[in-house]
C-alpha cells in the first residue's frame, strides 16, 4: 500500500495511523510472543500455566460513525 501511494503521489508525505500502527505492533509481539512460548514449553515437562495467557487477536475497536447517517 506505501508503495503504491509513493508510486502515484511522489510528492505527498504519507500520514500513518498512530493507531493502527500500535495495534499491529501488539498484534505481531503477541503472536511471537505465544508461539515463542509455546516452542519452549513443548521441550518443557512443566505445562501447569498452559492456557493462562489469551490468544493473539487483533484488537478490537469500536465502529466507525458512518458519514451522514447523523439526522436532525
Known amino acids: ?4 501511494s509513493n508510486d502515484q ?5 504519507q500520514q500513518l495511523c498512530i493507531h493502527h500502527i500500535n495495534s499491529n505492533v501488539l498484534l ?3 503472536q511471537k510472543w505465544v ?5 519452549s514449553r ?5 505445562t501447569s500455566d498452559r492456557g493462562n ?3 493473539a487477536t ?10 451522514g ?3 436532525q
Not at 1 to 4: E, G, V, Y
Not at 9 to 13: A, E, N, S
Not at 35 to 39: F, K, N, V
Not at 42 to 46: E, I
Open 9 to 13: 503521489f511522489p510528492d505527498v508525505q
Open 69 to 71: 447517517s447523523i439526522r
Open 28 to 30: 505481531k509481539s503477541k
Open 42 to 46: 513443548s521441550s518443557s515437562p512443566d
Open 1 to 4: 500500500m506505501k508503495a503504491a
Open 58 to 67: 487483533s484488537s478490537t475497536k469500536p465502529p466507525r460513525p458512518r458519514v
Open 35 to 39: 508461539r515463542a512460548r509455546s516452542t
Open 53 to 55: 495467557y489469551p490468544a
